[in-house]
């Protein structure tokens, strides 16, 4: 099955400083998604992506749809402490019968400190 | 307000028991989704449904079990032949598209 390697596995940052993450699969992906997990809580969705090469901003955070649809990338800049928690991406692959059906990375777990 | 509702919270299983946890979602989304999510790793979908009265397994299916009478409700049953139960399950759902997933706040299960 599709698999998705997300990396790095944690960060420790001070407050102020850009944070870089990445997920890739071994597969052609037509959607990435990123979302922030919170501790005990459900994953929210951050940001969206549908199209190879595609860059979107929510507010500090910015993602990229890698043009060989193979990678994603996510940024946030100048952290601040409610940053911290878990980044998830996760993927859809091209067609098939994978109705929403989405492949999650392992995460990568954010602290910061003040 | 719209959104997904996951309870309990918190749930504790004793030894050869089913337990059940309950999703429901007012968001009118056609699917919906579990996962299991255990500390270190991605999310595990274990069923989902794509229409009411229809359901397929997922990665991690054996062990579980699952209804969809209602376009609102999707829920869970851990049962006694899932033998490693302890873990945070999360259900989802998603629009028409399929493309968005959104969670609820996730059922911590822990046995006794």
């Known amino acids: 099955g599709q698999q998705l390697n997300q990396s790095p596995q944690s960060m420790f940052i001070q407050e102020g400083e850009d944070v870089s993450m990445n997920c890739t699969s071994s597969s052609i992906f037509n959607t990435w998604l990123w979302y922030k997990q919170d501790p005990g809580e459900g994953p929210v969705l951050l940001i969206a992506?549908?199209?190879?090469?595609e860059l979107t901003s929510n507010g500090r955070l910015t993602a990229q749809f890698g043009i060989t649809r193979k990678d994603s990338f996510l940024n946030i800049s100048a952290s601040i402490p409610s940053d911290v928690g878990i980044y998830f991406c996760a993927g859809r692959g091209a067609g098939g019968t994978s109705y929403g059906k989405l492949t999650f990375g392992q995460g990568t777990i954010l602290t910061v400190h003040p | 307000d719209g959104g997904i509702t996951q309870s309990p919270k918190y749930l504790f299983r004793k030894e050869g028991q089913n337990v059940t946890l309950s999703c429901e979602q007012n968001l009118n989304h056609d699917a919906m989704y579990w996962y299991r999510q255990d500390p270190g790793q991605g999310l595990r979908l274990i069923y989902y449904?794509?229409?009411?009265?229809?359901?397929q397994k997922g990665d991690i299916a054996e062990g579980y079990s699952v209804s969809r009478e209602k376009k609102e409700s999707f829920p869970l049953t851990v049962t006694s032949a899932q033998k490693n139960p302890t873990a945070f399950y999360l259900c989802?759902?998603?629009?028409?598209?399929?493309?968005?997933?959104?969670f609820g706040s996730g059922t911590q299960l822990s046995v006794l």
């Open positions: 992506l549908y199209k190879a090469g």
């Open positions: 449904s794509q229409i009411v009265n229809d359901f």
């Open positions: 989802a759902s998603a629009g028409s598209r399929g493309e968005k997933l959104f």
